[in-house]
């Protein structure tokens, strides 16, 4: 079976190692902490093969496309809002679809998620916006709002009020209507009646302001660096100076590890251009230098006071005027 995983050019390794977590939070009892740690998969006790609980869920990525802005859910103050209220800010924003109750995986994900946004030097509300959803219809606004109060805490980040309106934990109990934000991610989710619990993927979804899918990041531990490089991607040149766009230039998202590699030939094509301008610089500098010396060595003539001409008279030379007398 895994042979055929592994032939299958359609099945990223990731999604499969991802759903694969999910059993885990599905057999495994909640950990007291959302510190606990999940051993690799092949160690005893932790099967190496898909379970049939979550066979058939996968993520199918929609890069490009744009997700229904003026969809309404309720905030985690009970009150309805557009989801566009999170975006045309001129800012990339994150998505997570989770369910709060979630034992074990979704907890550790958001935990991670929180350990890596406060390891940016970015502020949600300022560079980025982010937007969880849960997809568990029994979950209420008090659910969400005990998640968003723990959360901002632990994020530690100022001015409090503008990260509090941009950090927004959704919930709705209208049948279905997470269900078509999910279909249009393509993200897939499966309820299990005998545990009462939710078979799904992990997977962090990175939109432009516009709502438009840019990234999808996989796994339960996103790399600060990734984040970073998947918001300057979805930024569409809006935040980041410089250096993070010389970076975003070195590193090429790979579709198939869900991450960012560092390309060879853009790191060879930023140090020859690098190179072009440091020689042309010193060039330059030798050139100013040199033709300071010289002007202080020999001062120009335009720099020297003029001496006045005698003025011209009408009185011939003495031999003219002798040989006339």
Known sequence: MFRSWASNPSINPRRIASSAIALLALAAPAPAQLGGTIGPIGQPGVPNTMPEAIKGLDVVERLGQKIDLEMVLNNSDGKPVRLGDYFNQGKPVVLMLVYFRCPMQCPLTLQRFNQRLRELDWTIGKEFNVVVVSFDPTESASDAAAQKATYLLNYDRTPA?????????????????????????????????????????????????????????????TPTRDLRLALLDAGEGKIGNTIDKIMLFCFHFDPNSGSYSLTAFRVMQVA??????????????????????????????????????????????????????
């Open 161 to 221: 009020d503008k990260i509090s309106e941009n950090w927004a934990w959704l919930t709705s109990n209208i049948p279905g209507q997470v269900q078509k934000l999910a279909d249009q991610v393509g993200f897939q989710y499966r309820y299990l009646p005998a545990s009462n619990e939710y078979a799904h993927p992990t997977v962090t979804f990175v939109l432009s302001q516009t709502g438009m899918l840019s990234r999808y990041l996989y796994g339960i531990d």
């Open 272 to 325: 020859s251009g690098g190179m072009v301008l440091g020689v042309g610089g010193l060039i330059a500098t030798m050139l100013l230098v040199e033709h300071r010396r010289r002007r202080t060595k020999h001062p120009a003539t335009a720099d020297r006071p003029l001496t006045s001409a005698a003025p011209p008279t009408n009185t011939p030379p003495p031999s003219v005027a002798g040989a006339a007398g």
